[in-house]
């Protein structure tokens, strides 16, 4: 599927049945409380994953709330929501009419931290994957690529306070992820809010 990235101007346009992009969808101050309640408050984990037979530690720390495992095969116990992460979750589910059931928080401490280049698998079978994506502090580029043609490549920034909502084929055709950054970086927590049916 080819999709027309950018209008008469070469601005980037993202089409909006895969990406939906709202900047300032919570204010500047509740921004601001949120991402220092978080950084306090939660328990946050660097997990390991299996790369080449080898153990290594994830370049960011993370934590998920929810009502069922993130995946089946993830053997953390998902912490109990929080009234400030349903109050979030109740506002992103009036805006976009979509219905939720965990959240991944992703902490990155500082431009080493990152996330490779991944695409999100259907959590429901026969559903195409829907995420809604909640940006704190730092503002990082998020980069997506072509699966098929990894020069189409894109970035947008992702402001503090900012939605970003996937969705459609956009996990099916598409990959992203967030660079390390030879700039100084402050700390960034990301928020991707999903609909998981594991054990
Ligand atoms: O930090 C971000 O904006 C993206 C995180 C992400 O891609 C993920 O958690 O799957
Ligand atoms: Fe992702």
């Known amino acids: 599927m080819q999709h027309k990235l950018f209008n008469d101007y070469e601005q980037l346009m993202l089409p909006q049945e895969l990406m939906d992009y709202t900047p300032g969808f919570i204010s500047r101050t509740e921004s601001d409380?949120?991402?220092?309640?978080?950084l306090e408050t939660v328990p946050w984990q660097q997990s390991k994953v299996m790369?080449?037979?080898k153990e290594v530690l994830t370049?960011?720390?993370s934590a998920w709330f929810g009502d069922r495992r993130i995946r089946s095969e993830d053997k953390r116990t998902p912490l109990p929501w929080t009234p400030e992460l349903l109050s979030l979750k109740a506002k992103i589910e009036a805006h976009t009419g979509m219905v939720f059931n965990g959240v991944l928080l992703n902490y990155y401490r500082d431009g080493n931290?990152?996330?490779?280049?991944h695409a999100d698998k259907d959590t429901i079978p026969?559903?195409?994957?829907?995420i809604a994506s909640v940006s704190l502090g730092q503002e990082r580029n998020f980069d997506f690529r072509n699966k098929d043609n990894h020069r189409q490549c894109y970035s947008i920034k992702l402001e503090h306070g900012s939605l970003l909502l996937m969705k459609g084929d956009l996990q099916k055709?598409?990959?992203?992820?967030?660079a390390k950054s030879a700039t100084p970086m402050k700390g960034r927590i990301n928020?991707?809010?999903?609909?998981?049916?594991?054990q």
């Open 51 to 53: 790369m080449y037979e």
């Open 126 to 130: 026969g559903l195409k994957t829907e």
């Open 191 to 198: 928020l991707t809010f999903r609909k998981v049916i594991n």
């Open 113 to 117: 931290d990152s996330v490779a280049w």
């Open 173 to 178: 055709y598409w990959e992203h992820r967030i």
């Open 59 to 61: 370049p960011r720390l």
């Open 33 to 38: 409380i949120l991402l220092n309640h978080l």
